[in-house]
């Protein structure tokens, strides 16, 4: 990653505490409206915590992450203590970055990129996003993403986060290829987006499910016969975009941007579903 990973985790970091400090706690984060501002501050908080154990306990096993999950203190109660928690946590990681290589290995959630680096990117682009809820929670505009930054984060998406939705699928559902999406950034490579969906009845209680997943699709043959669809845009729309982060468009502080999407309407219909879900 050609981006100081470090610098910009804690700037994000800032950034985002910066905006949610002032605002009622309770105040509905509107792209994640499950969530308060307290909640988006706790996250970053707790996320930063767990991957700085992740790191310093060399943790490379499920049973190993369990007993962290297990491990975390509970949430303060008080905004000033979680203020000073948040501080102390992203220093941690930081710490922990700053010591390790990418290609050590590491825990991660997603089985073909267990390293350092998978934490280092994951970790931008988790600072950055949530920096975006939080400023569009306190009313925007939105600080700038780099070029680079935006670039790298439509690969993150693609590459791990859609990705490796295909592991977390029971092996009592079944899976079909329903439509194919080409992904043009402004001078970018064009990437084909394969969407399929699972499906299935769950033994244990007879809930139904059917649900998309997303990847690239190295081979355009396996496309063929799909309703195909195009989504094309700057690459800091894409990805906002693909980070379920599209009404965040309406605030950058240099003026609205688009992702265009055309095609069948049945493909549209199918991305649309994978967009929905959006990534926390």
């Given at each position: 990653m050609s981006i100081d990973a470090i610098a910009?985790?804690?700037?994000?970091?800032?950034?985002?505490?910066?905006?949610?400090?002032p605002l009622d706690p309770a105040q509905q984060v509107p792209t994640c409206p499950e969530w308060t501002a307290e909640d988006l501050l706790w996250h970053?908080?707790?996320v930063h915590e767990f991957w700085t154990r992740i790191l310093g306990d060399h943790a490379t096993t499920d049973e190993q992450v369990r007993a962290i999950e297990e491990s975390i203190p509970p949430r303060p109660e008080q905004r000033p203590a979680l203020?000073?928690?948040?501080?102390?946590?992203?220093?941690g990681l930081l710490a922990q970055l700053s010591a390790r290589t990418d290609e050590e290995p590491a825990w991660f959630w997603y089985s073909k990129e267990r390293t350092v680096g998978a934490t280092r990117r994951m970790q931008v682009h988790e600072a950055t996003i949530h920096r975006v809820d939080a400023e569009l929670t306190a009313g925007g505009p939105l600080s700038p993403i780099s070029p680079d930054v935006s670039a790298a984060g439509l690969e993150h998406v693609l590459r791990v986060m859609w990705p490796a939705g295909f592991e977390w699928i029971p092996d009592w559902a079944s899976v079909h290829p329903v439509a194919a999406i080409e992904i043009r950034p402004d001078g970018g490579a064009v990437r084909l987006l394969g969407i399929s969906r699972?499906?299935?009845?769950?033994?244990?209680?007879?809930?139904?499910?059917?649900a998309p997943v997303g990847r690239l699709l190295e081979n355009s043959a396996d496309a063929d016969g799909l309703p195909r669809a195009t989504a094309s845009g700057s690459a800091l729309a894409l990805n906002l975009w693909a980070w379920g982060r599209g009404?965040?468009?309406?605030h950058l502080a240099d003026g609205p941007d688009t992702v265009e999407i055309q095609g069948d309407p049945e493909a549209v219909q199918q991305l649309a579903a994978l967009i929905a879900q959006g990534h926390d």
């Open positions: 910009l985790i804690d700037e994000e970091a800032e950034r985002l505490t910066t905006a949610l400090a970053l908080t707790e203020l000073q928690r948040r501080t102390a946590a992203t220093q699972w499906s299935g009845t769950r033994p244990r209680d007879g809930k139904d499910f059917d009404a965040a468009l309406e």
